[in-house]
Antibody, heavy 116, light 107 residues
């Protein structure tokens, strides 16, 4: 069974930093593109970053480019998102997702709250 | 990026009603369209992939149709546990993009 477990969310002041992590199990981690998708309170879903299996191809949404950094460690089946220069509008639940040909698998999400 | 337009943004319906939600894409995506159900405080749950294939374990009252740029999710007879928010997602090209969501509420 595919499982994705996120951690690292919390309350941070504007301008602060956080590092989110996701550990995958139940599949061959280094075979898959991995993504971070966020959902602001009461809002829709936005893919903020994705990374290819070899880390050679990386995508960032314009809203986070230059502030967030995605990385992965295939030896540890882990995915990370470094969030710097956080803004109030980055407040959201951040989901780790594994895109697939038959839909995506999702973790349970981790809440990031940016507030003074 | 492919733009997704989902409608309506919300609807009120009664148990037993037939409900239809539509999703339109800014370019043709063949049948690379997924539908998710989301309940408060939970991650999205896959209902349909490939525009019309029911995910294992999903009740048969859910169905999907369409290809190209126009897609539909239908719930044939709404049940109490179906009151939730529904999202479409294209899986044709990266980044995967989503519709804005349709909140299905009890009338």
């Amino acid at each position: 069974e595919v499982q994705l477990v996120e951690s690292g969310g919390g309350l941070v002041k504007p301008g602060g930093s956080l590092r989110l992590s996701c550990v995958g199990s139940g599949f061959i981690f280094n075979n898959y593109i991995m993504s971070w998708v966020r959902q602001a309170p009461g809002k829709g879903l936005e893919c903020v970053s994705s990374i290819s299996s070899s880390s050679g191809d990386i995508y960032y949404a314009d809203s986070v480019k230059g502030r967030f950094t995605i990385s992965r460690d295939n030896a540890k089946n882990s995915l990370h998102l470094q969030l710097n220069s956080l803004r109030v509008e980055d407040t959201a639940v951040y989901y780790c997702a594994r895109p697939g040909p038959r839909g995506d698998y999702w973790g349970q999400g981790t809440l990031v709250t940016v507030s003074s | 990026d492919i733009q997704m337009t989902q409608s309506p943004s919300s609807l009120s319906a009664s148990v037993g009603d037939r409900v239809t939600i539509t999703c339109r894409t800014s370019q043709s995506i063949s049948t690379y369209l997924n539908w998710y159900q989301q309940k408060p405080g939970k991650a999205p749950n896959l209902l349909i992939f490939g525009a019309s294939t029911l995910q294992s374990g999903v009740p048969s009252r859910f169905s999907g149709s369409g290809s190209g740029t126009d897609f539909t999710l239908t719930i044939s007879s709404l049940q109490r546990e179906d009151f939730a928010t529904y999202f479409c997602q294209q899986s044709y090209s990266a980044p995967r993009t989503f519709g804005q969501g349709t909140k299905v509420e009890i009338k």
